[in-house]
């Protein structure tokens, strides 16, 4: 256990982040309580203690693994199953889920807002119209990795999973659905607050910190407002998405 602030013993956690579903608020309260050389996220985690990337071959290294992120109590990033698999059974392990559609609208929406020099997904989403970023989804492997079933995608395998499919539609989902099983605690955006309290208790946070969401975007459109061929496009890329959400909402929910 992590003691900080003498009277809180908290757990160490794993948290698997998937874009845009919901979990920046919570990263920030871990620092006040964990500390910032404690907590690592978003995309932090391919950085070696230099601030240089880790090559592939080291992440397939247990003993380096566990050298470079062992003694960091709270892990989270946009990473996989893969990576979290490795450290999931020592610790409190979380992730949350969105509405795929919402999710896909999110994040390109978001990625309109920010630098286009930083990401292809953000330079692509600044000059092309929603339809034709949507198409992307199907054949270009950056978008598709981020676009295409990203939930499933994720919790079978890991990042990239989409853009070099092996397995069939239905044992990827079965895959998604037996990992998603895993974890100790599974939140959704629509009900981010109460989930947020849960999990913040859970791993000992039991100071009221409040509920703020970090990186909401309310002025972009709605499904129902947008013509059919975009509803199309984000139904056919959202189909094992919705299966998997619609699964895990009534196993928690009913």
């Not at 050389?37 to 090559?55: A, P």
């Not at 071959?57 to 992120?69: G, H, I, N, T």
């Amino acid at each position: 256990m992590v003691k900080r602030l003498g009277f809180l013993k908290l757990k160490p956690v794993v948290f698997l982040h998937l874009q845009k579903t919901a979990g920046t608020s919570i990263i920030n309260v871990a620092r006040q309580f964990y500390g910032n050389d404690n907590v690592i996220s978003h995309g932090n985690y391919y950085l070696d203690d230099n601030g240089l990337l880790i090559t592939a071959d080291k992440f397939a290294q247990p003993e380096y693994m566990e050298s470079r992120f062992g003694n960091i109590s709270f892990i989270s990033g946009h990473f996989g199953y893969d990576f979290a698999k490795q450290f999931m059974v020592n610790r409190y392990s979380f992730t949350f889920l969105r509405d795929p559609i919402e999710r896909l609208l999110s994040f390109y929406y978001f990625c309109k807002t920010r630098n286009p020099e930083q990401f292809v997904t953000y330079e692509l989403a600044q000059y092309l119209p929603l339809d034709e970023f949507l198409k992307l989804g199907f054949t270009h492997p950056v978008i598709k990795a981020h676009i295409w079933n990203h939930q499933v995608s994720l919790l079978a395998d890991g990042w990239g999973a989409s853009s070099n499919l092996t397995l069939k539609d239905d044992e990827l989902l079965e895959l998604a659905m037996r990992h998603l099983n895993e974890f100790s605690y599974v939140g959704f955006t629509e009900t981010f607050e109460k989930d947020q309290k849960n999990i913040l208790k859970d791993i000992g946070i039991t100071i009221p910190v409040g509920n703020h969401k970090c990186n909401t975007n309310p002025e972009r459109p709605l499904f129902e407002g947008l013509p059919q061929s975009s509803k199309n496009l984000l139904l056919e890329l959202t189909k094992l998405d919705r299966v998997l959400y619609e699964k895990a909402w009534s196993k928690y929910f009913t």
